[in-house]
């Protein structure tokens, strides 16, 4: 199992933060790694993410709701991933986890620029 973890310093309210990661009709505008969610951010509901990285390739993946701590904890876990090129990503986890880290690492600083008020 690979786990990825990252983290941002944010000097606002957790309410703000919070309602920014849920508001998944707004990534496209402030988010440069995940490009779209679908789905409800409910227990055992399925998201649907298309993520993609300048210069990388897209990815889509579907994951399953297992936590959901208001203004704490959204965590899926992984039902099915697959690059638009149609190979699995196991196949492909070295590199992933390179680029992975960074659009994290982007979509982190992003969230920090779109929480804090100016």
Do not use: C
């Not at 789905?39 to 709701?65: C, D, K, T, Y």
């Not at 196991?90 to 779109?114: D, I, V, Y």
């Amino acid at each position: 199992m690979l786990r990825l973890q990252t983290t941002v310093d944010i000097q606002t309210s957790s309410a703000r933060v919070w309602s920014l990661l849920m508001d998944f009709s707004q990534y496209p505008a402030w988010n440069p790694f995940i490009r779209s969610l679908e789905g409800e951010p409910l227990v055992s509901a399925v998201i649907n993410a298309f993520l993609q990285l300048p210069g990388s390739h897209a990815m889509r993946f579907r994951h399953w709701v297992v936590a959901l701590v208001p203004q704490r904890e959204f965590a899926g876990a992984e039902a099915f991933l697959q690059m638009d090129t149609g190979l699995l990503v196991p196949l492909l986890r070295r590199n992933l986890q390179g680029s992975t880290r960074r659009g994290f690492h982007a979509m982190n600083e992003a969230l920090k620029r779109e929480a804090e008020p100016s």
